[in-house]
């Protein structure tokens, strides 16, 4: 397995599926075999933490991880990722 980096693409910080993802805009590290496996892992892992309503709205059903357009997906080997985890970008980690 591989670690990919997985981050917000330059100047979609704002974009309206970020409302979707319960961790926020930021990096995230995660071991899978390939890039759809880390964005997957990425948004099973933040679904059970999106609120279904935010001011009366409903929340994007989209996930930004799952979206090319919104989440850059690249190998970066940089960061020591435990297994069953996913390494977040202000040091967290979440599990998956």
């Known amino acids: 397995m591989h670690v990919y980096k997985l ?3 330059e100047g979609r910080q704002n974009h309206q599926d ?3 993802s319960g961790i926020g805009t930021m990096a995230v590290w995660v071991r899978a075999n390939d890039p759809d496996e880390a964005r997957q892992k990425i948004h099973l892992a933040t679904l059970s933490t999106v609120a279904a ?3 009366g709205e409903l ?3 989209s996930s930004p ?3 090319s357009a919104v989440v850059d997906c690249d190998e ?3 960061r020591e990722v435990p297994d069953g985890m996913a390494l977040l970008g202000n040091g967290k ?3 998956l």
């Open 7 to 9: 981050e917000p693409v």
């Open 18 to 20: 970020w409302r979707a």
């Open 53 to 55: 309503f935010e001011a």
């Open 59 to 61: 929340v994007p059903a």
């Open 65 to 67: 991880w799952l979206n």
């Open 76 to 78: 970066d080997d940089s």
């Open 93 to 95: 980690t979440i599990r």
